[in-house]
């Protein structure tokens, strides 16, 4: 009880409460559970404010940044981690964090995903995977699994899933995560790690889009799709002394990768640093 | 002292000037993807920029070269992108993103045939419409149009100069003749060219907004990290940066896209004007076409037609006042308008001329450029 107390003093501190509240969230929507574990994380890296870029596309999950005191810039859909690398290559010691969506990072912006990634760019990447779009009323997604239904898939999704964390592991991370909504110490420990990376760090937090994927799916209101995700999470170094069958249609979280890399802003300063001695010799 | 590297006279091309012309005008990013007839500017761009301590960035495509571009100027630096035709019209989301957002930056579209990937490399003009009327929505736009290598490099530092000044993106309109042609150019010493940077704000933190509506309807600009924390969306939104939905603060935002930009259009037009006094006929012509127009004039005159060219070389917003008043002043009674496409400038002058005044066409959209003899030859057919 006094720990919650004390979690929401900290993230009082740092939303716009008397500009923006209301929010435009649904009641239960995992979505501000992810702005809370933010705050914390940031406030446990004792960052000002005012290094703080908080960038997003389109999307429930990208209006997060409107809510809170940084410096906060909501752009087009899908484009979020394209304008969040200019910001940091301009300005390479502000704390670039890029909320997306599954559908903002994986299907309109999965090229630019990829590519920071592979660029191993400074950049801590919060992607809130509900499963499907919710903005826009419950079409399915990158992320919305073989057979489940959306609004355009009305007799079962034909396509299968992405997996956010390989994708990420596969282009280049040097940091990728899973958390979920109702896990909410393990998500705020697992951002702090993103945030602590030198290079690309993705976290993906799985979170519940009941208003559309739990009506469509039968998955229950917010309380029942927590629950499902407290049932079926099974964190990496459990599954690691489970046999395969054990770990069939678990959602792994943790850390899933971890690895030291040259990070892009770093090399570009070495490549300026370089050609200028060059030129005063 | 930052322009050791630049020799102070040079044959150079255009898109080399563009390059230059930008790192004079203080531009240290440049985001960008290659694409024929523009390639030159992001190679000259990714070797230059590392040396005056600046970032380029081959990005995976033009939709993320601009939005990355649009990224570095809200944190402080001048940026800039160069595409050609298909490019042009994948940034189009985003460059609406920085009309709604007022975020300054330049964009240096190389004309190459279209639609789609046209002509890679030969000549257009047919970009015209798409610098006016490119992303959806209501704006004013900016754009202007080069004729020569020297002028790449000028225009390049004025595109820099009105974005920000007015807080919104600028079109450069070069084309593949003029990014590819060689000219001697005398290099701008530092100084001799005016840069502006754009307002910052004088007041604290509280009482910043990022959207102000000032007198001269443009918002001082803090960059991110600076002390001023506030938001930007594409979404319409208050003075503040947040989204709203009040009828009153949407006329508003829309009134200020507009008016901070025709209002003071006094500030960008720049015209040229040959042998008006006492034209009765004039060729109207911008960018490349207007070389070849400027010497077929001039074969007309040794035939005693008495006829004078026009050229603006800020094509947006158009010179409405200036064009109204040339014609009506010089009781021009012909304008032929030649372009290198299908006609789009020619509704423009169409629709300010006076009654007695005919609009004739000259277009070529066959991937050549305009001659002069055949610009002289229509003079001869369609004058007074
Ligand atoms: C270019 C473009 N296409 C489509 C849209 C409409 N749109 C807005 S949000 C959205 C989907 C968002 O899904 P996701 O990223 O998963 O976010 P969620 O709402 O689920 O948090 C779409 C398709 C848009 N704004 N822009
Ligand atoms: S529609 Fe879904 S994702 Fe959007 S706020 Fe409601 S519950 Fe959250
Ligand atoms: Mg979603």
Redesign the interface.
Known sequence: MTKAVQHSDVTHQYLRIKKRFPNVWCAGCGIGTVMGSIIRAVDFMEYKKDEVALVSGIGCSSRLPVYCDFNTLHTTHGRALAFATGVKIAKPNLKVIVITGDGDGLAIGGNHFIHACRRNIDITTILINNRIYGMTGGQFSPTTPWHANASTAPYGNMERAFDPAALAIAAGASYVARGTVYHVQQLDKLIIGGLQKRGFALIEAFSNCHTYYGRLNKEGDAVAMLNWMKDHALPVKAAAALPPEKREGKLLTGVLHDVEMAEYCDEYQKLVDRLQTKQEA | MSN?HTPVRRLMQGNEACALGAIYAGC??F?GYPITPSTEIAEGMARML??F?G?F?Q???E???I???????????K?MTATSGPGYSLMQ??IG?AFMAEVPCVIIDVQRGGPSTGLPTKVSQSDTMQARWGTHGDYYAIAVAPASVRECFEQTVKAFNFSERFRTPVTLLSDEVIGHMREMVNVPEPGQLEVFDRVRPDVPAEWYHHFEITPNLVSPMA?????Y???????THDQ?G??TANPVEIKNKMDKLKYKISRFADELIQLETEMMDDAVMCVFAYGIAARAARQAVAMAREKRVRVGLIRPITIWPFPDDRIRQLMEEARVKVALVTELNMGQMVNEVQRLVPRHCRVEQLNRYDGEILNPVEIFKRIMEVKP
């Open positions: 050791d240290r990013y985001g590392p040396r301590g970032r960035i990005m995976e495509d939709i993320a070269s939005a990355s571009v649009i990224g570095a100027s809200v944190a402080g630096v940026a989301e985003n993103y960059s991110f990290g600076e002390g924390r506030y938001n930007i969306t594409g979404l503040e947040f989204p």
